[in-house]
């Protein structure tokens, strides 16, 4: 097999049935060569440093029903919560003084006029505390082109909208049939955001019941074709209120779940040379040095969580979701790793992908 995969590993561009061949790979001596190429090409394309991006979880509240998460629209056991503008703003403000260079404002999908713009004020308020200084990440789901163009003006330039699978075959067995729920409407937002002029992330979940390594794969080369600037991508946990929950028994066990989404990244990072790759929350629930790990395969970017503790655990998305690790202790953390002593933690910087400035 080694011979046959340093071929593939020294390939200029990857086919579809490389990246299974790796994605698939078990032997720890084969995807050690794999992590091997990663980290070598981080680090001739974008160098060995970490960006930081302060998280806040605006708000739990969402019209959607997808069939994975916790805070989906009909599950009532949710208490749901909306901060107000001083509340985002005191993070904001926490980020900016951390030095994190970077803030992203994550919801459950709203539309009204009124969700629009209260996220339009705090964009500007945020701008104006940091005098420009903080970059910031919407992720806010599905809207229409004038609503991403109004944020944009507002002051985001970056967005997240993961199109979590793209096998449409498998995107309906995660979301309900129905017209909130159209993959095609994934497809045409994140079209839509490209055109704005944001810097656009995407991704999947990895390790979800039916996925089978054809399916990554068809991801990994939709992240690709799509020519995306950043991608947050993790393994799936199962979350005991969500319809998913009943094909629990059919999932691959959590550590082979940390395992795959690690040599994921890896492949991606081989795929894309010079993307953003941010790291996963669902990655700690799985380990708790999941992030770390996910550093050393390829990721490149941390979103410490800077939403005030009190709402957190109303933000569960999934089981065992580490709601409880501090932000500056997380960093204190990664800079003490002996694992990460050759990277650099960047502050005050945005840390734009060099793909996106590549782009434009
Ligand atoms: N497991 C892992 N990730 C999840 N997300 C939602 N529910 C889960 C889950 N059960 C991810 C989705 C979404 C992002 C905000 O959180 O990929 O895009
Ligand atoms: Fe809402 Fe996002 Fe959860 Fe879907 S994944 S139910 S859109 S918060």
Redesign the pocket.
Known sequence: MQNNLNDILNKPQLSKEDVVTLISLRKSDDKALVFEKAAEIRKETIGNKIYLRGLVEYSNI?R???FY?G??ASNTNVDRYELNEEEVLMCAQHAYDHGYGSFVLQS??RISKNFVKKIGDILKAIKKLSDGKLGITLSC?EQTKETYQYWYNCGAHRYLLRFESSDSDLYYTIHPQDKLHQFGNRMLALKHLKEVGYQVGSGMMIGLPGQNFINLADDLMLLQKLDIDMVGMGPYIEHAETPLYQFKKNLIPKSDRLELALLTIAVLRILMKDINIATATALDSLSSDGREKAIKAGANILMPNLTPVSYRENYF?YDNKPYLTEADELIEKLNNSPELADFDICLNDWGDSKHFQKRV
Do not use: A, S, Y
């Open positions: 969402c959607k029903n997808c998460c805070i989906r459950g999908e789901g998305l």
